[in-house]
């Protein structure tokens, strides 16, 4: 399995970014995908789910400013985020759980400036 994550940057408090996963050595559309994020000096936590029919799901913080969304026949799941906020700054990991393990892309940073 591999996950190769992309799109983030620097980007300005209200700006946007869309960041993208590749996945690879799964059947995509039968796994749901996921973003996690970890802040310096923090603990991963994660930000927003998109099962494989479609439902999605997000963390508090980011409700109403981040979307999550999946093109299967991609093979790539992406994460839309509006709005952003220095609070945003973090290392974002895509990720998904086959039948156990779970797997994480390299990571993709966003850096948000006041």
């Known amino acids: 399995v591999q996950l190769q994550a992309s799109g983030g940057g620097f980007v300005q408090a209200g700006g946007s970014l869309r960041l993208s996963c590749a996945a690879s050595g799964i059947l995509f559309s039968d796994n749901a995908m996921r973003w996690y994020r970890q802040a310096p000096g923090n603990q991963r936590e994660w930000v927003a789910t998109?099962?494989?029919?479609?439902?999605?799901d997000y963390t508090d913080s980011v409700k109403g400013r981040f979307t999550i969304s999946r093109d299967n026949a991609k093979n790539t799941v992406y994460l839309q985020m509006n709005n952003l906020k220095p609070e945003d700054t973090a290392v974002y990991y895509c990720?998904?759980?086959?039948?156990?393990?779970?797997?994480w892309g390299q990571g993709t940073q966003v850096t948000v400036s006041s």
């Open positions: 990720n998904v759980r086959v039948r156990g393990p779970h797997y």
């Open positions: 998109i099962t494989r029919s479609g439902t999605t």
